[in-house]
């Protein structure tokens, strides 16, 4: 334990992707850890996730990135497919494709981030926290279970949706903003005559719907995704989950090939994700006393159409931790320190592509032929930029690329490994 943090508790709710990385880098900085998890266990489910740019070096600084490589899912690439199950592009992993390396499941992931905390962090499953007290040098939370207990600091993960964002922040100090489009994943059992299966399958569909499969780590299952826009919200994501499979069948009619698997792999399914899609826009991602701190989705949620929330989360608890443990006797400093380092990387990551996601969501046959067109056309732009040398040139001048930020080093406020209580 350092002098600094002197083994100072911090209090952590949500037990995802950014809960458990800020434990994990607070536990090598001699803090103690607890983290709070609505869920029974370790949320399962979610689809394939990829962590390249900074969330990759922070991967590698955690000494995870071996153990990530050997959970990939085995998307060997993507294909844009159409409705009669024929691949119009193919675009293998390497090239200009969405795969990559580090493809893994959310679940995999989250899995992963508990088992590498498990030891040193206490964590609490269902339960969650109802009343936050923010005074002098500590912070009074209340839980749903009807317990109280103090701590130094607490940190907020819970994701998009936080109800705990609220206790913090104002109404007028954050922001949901709707992308105008609904997201759901669910697994369904693979399909053995799928001869694209190890693809990351894109099924474009009129009435401005898009459909993908995934393949999934043990090849028993098929991952979903399917998206499809709508101006405002119908409130489909508040609905229970068998009200939402009923809502969804009628977006899969019209699918082709496709529509009676899927329709009965929805039917069947037990780990549905539907959501409205959009971004958290937030002035501040702590209180105003400086001990409650937000990361992750619930504080700047990109959505998945950005394809960086995972990284985003990585790295926005490495650079909170660091911060916290670098500002020990002055948490306010340590969190306004993180809002600063982190707001030109979020701000890049939060501006999508122009159009996005309407775009390559088209209402016609014609508009799907045109979306074909583009993709072909851009990748081929893409490859000769690659080849030309250009690129390499060009990140020479320019600096790191979006979706990178120059990482501080916090190495020094290291006191163990937290894993075996070695220094790393
Ligand atoms: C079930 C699930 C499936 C997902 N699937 C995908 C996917 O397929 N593709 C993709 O790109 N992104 C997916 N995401 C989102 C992705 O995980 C995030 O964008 C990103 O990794 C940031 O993670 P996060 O830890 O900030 O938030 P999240 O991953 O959203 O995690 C929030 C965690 O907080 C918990 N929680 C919520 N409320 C409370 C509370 N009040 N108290 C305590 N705990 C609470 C949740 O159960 C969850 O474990 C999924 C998220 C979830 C929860």
């Not at 979706?403 to 163990?416: K, M, N, Q, R, W």
């Amino acid at each position: 334990m350092t002098a600094s943090t002197n083994g100072r508790n911090v209090l952590i709710s949500g037990g995802s992707i950014a809960g458990p990385s800020v434990a994990f880098w607070l536990n090598r900085y001699g803090f103690r850890t607890t983290l709070v998890e609505r869920w029974h266990e370790v949320r399962p489910g979610g689809q394939n996730v990829d962590i390249e740019g900074s969330g990759r070096t922070v991967l590698r600084k955690m000494k995870l990135e071996s153990e990530v490589l050997a959970l990939h899912t085995k998307e060997t690439g993507s294909n844009w497919m159409t409705i009669d199950g024929q691949s119009r592009l193919h675009l293998p992993m390497g090239d200009i494709s969405p795969t990559n390396e580090t493809e893994i499941q959310r679940g995999d992931l989250a899995k992963l981030l508990y088992d590498k905390t498990k030891a040193q962090t206490e964590w609490i499953f269902g339960d969650q926290i109802v009343g936050i007290d923010e005074r002098g040098e500590g912070v009074e939370v209340e839980f749903q279970s009807g317990k109280k207990k103090e701590f130094y600091a607490v940190v907020l993960a819970d994701g998009v949706g936080s109800r705990t964002r609220k206790l913090v922040l104002g109404p007028d100090e954050y922001q949901f903003r709707p992308l105008g489009c609904y997201i759901a994943y669910w697994g369904m059992p693979r399909d053995a005559s799928d001869q694209f299966y190890d693809k990351w399958q894109i099924v474009p569909l009129p009435n401005r719907r898009i459909l993908s499969t995934r393949p999934e780590r043990t090849k028993q299952f098929t991952n979903t995704f399917f998206s499809f826009i709508e101006p405002t919200s119908l409130g489909l994501e508040k609905l229970p989950k068998a009200e939402q499979i009923e809502k969804l069948k009628p977006y899969l009619r019209g699918s082709g090939k496709y529509e009676a698997t899927f329709i009965k792999g929805l039917e069947n399914s037990n780990d549905l994700y539907l959501d409205y899609a959009g971004q958290i826009h937030a002035k501040r991602w702590h209180s105003t006393g400086g001990r409650v701190a937000l990361v992750g989705d619930a504080a700047y949620c990109a959505t998945p159409f950005s394809g960086m929330g995972t990284p985003l989360s990585l790295v926005g608890a490495y650079i909170l931790a660091g911060e916290m443990a670098r500002h020990a006797g002055d948490p306010k400093k340590g969190l306004e320190d993180y809002q600063r380092i982190m707001t030109p990387y979020v701000k890049s990551i939060q501006t999508l592509g122009p159009g996005i996601p309407r775009i390559v969501h088209p209402q016609t046959w014609l508009g799907i032929e045109t979306l074909y067109w583009l993709v072909r056309t851009m990748v081929g732009i893409g490859r000769l930029w690659k080849r030309s040398g250009l690129e390499w040139l060009f990140s020479k001048i320019s600096g790191p690329p979006e979706d990178e930020i120059v990482l501080p080093d916090y190495t020094a406020l290291e006191i163990g490994s937290g894993q075996d209580g070695k220094k790393p």
